[in-house]
């Protein structure tokens, strides 16, 4: 079974650019959230979805961030103008239930470095 | 705010040694999760528990629900070199609440 699947795996870019992360989570999961991870601040939950609909967006750090889901089969996490400190692995997960309390299935990350 | 805390913060032990470790909040929880990462992957899901007091095993992995629902252990028996990565505990109040992940515990293990 494919799992989550993430793209890029890395991305390397300068401050001020429009950054993009994309998502594919597990057929037929209803929920995806994005978490991003770093040596100060650990796993952070950003944003989750349940039925391509947003439940809970506190943990966005600033305006300058938004998520989207299209679809099913599609998120993506948007960094624009990006700065250095959003620097760090940002990962997708998707959750076979409604309830948060699912087992969540994560993607290898996208390790972003804004210069 | 929510926060769960893990000991220890590492551990180095010897191939074949028994692992404890575990995971506390100043705050009741609903669901304790265990995950495994390793290095450039994502966290893998290792345990669920959902009841206080449960005890759940998988392989060589044994994790327990505290009675008091503030605090989750994890062991691992006979541990082997593929043991080794950060093992995340994860806690949710209620089945609609966010996942609160604590800061890890990095595991090596010496041939």
């Known amino acids: 079974d494919a799992g989550v699947i993430q793209s890029p795996r890395h991305e390397v870019t300068e401050m001020g650019q429009e950054v993009t992360l994309r998502c594919k989570p597990i057929?037929?999961?209803?929920?995806l959230f994005w978490y991003r991870q770093t040596m100060m601040r650990g796993l952070e939950l950003l944003i989750y979805?349940?039925?391509?609909?947003?439940?809970?967006d506190s943990g966005m750090p600033e305006d300058r961030f938004s998520a989207k889901m299209p679809n099913a089969s599609f998120s993506t996490l948007k960094i624009q103008p990006s700065e250095p400190r959003d620097s760090a692995v940002y990962f997708c997960a998707s959750g076979g239930g409604f309830q948060a309390n699912q087992p969540q299935h994560f993607g290898d990350g996208t390790r972003l470095s804004i210069l | 705010g929510q926060q769960l805390n893990q000991s220890p913060q590492s551990m180095f032990i010897q191939e074949g040694e028994d692992v404890s470790m575990n995971c506390t909040s100043s705050?009741?929880?609903?669901?304790w999760l265990w995950y495994k990462q390793e290095p450039g992957e994502g966290p893998v899901l290792l345990i669920a528990?959902?009841?206080?007091?449960e005890l759940t095993s998988n392989g060589r992995l044994t994790a327990q629900f505290g009675i008091t629902r503030k605090d989750s252990f994890l062991n691992i028996s006979a541990s082997i070199p593929s043991d080794v990565g950060i093992y995340f505990c994860?806690?949710?109040?209620?089945?609609?609440?966010?996942?609160?992940f604590g800061p890890g515990t990095s595991l090596s293990v010496i041939p």
């Open positions: 994860a806690g949710l109040k209620t089945s609609y609440d966010k996942v609160i």
């Open positions: 705050s009741i929880f609903n669901t």
């Open positions: 528990l959902y009841k206080a007091g």
């Open positions: 057929s037929g999961h209803n929920s």
């Open positions: 979805f349940n039925n391509n609909v947003p439940i809970d």
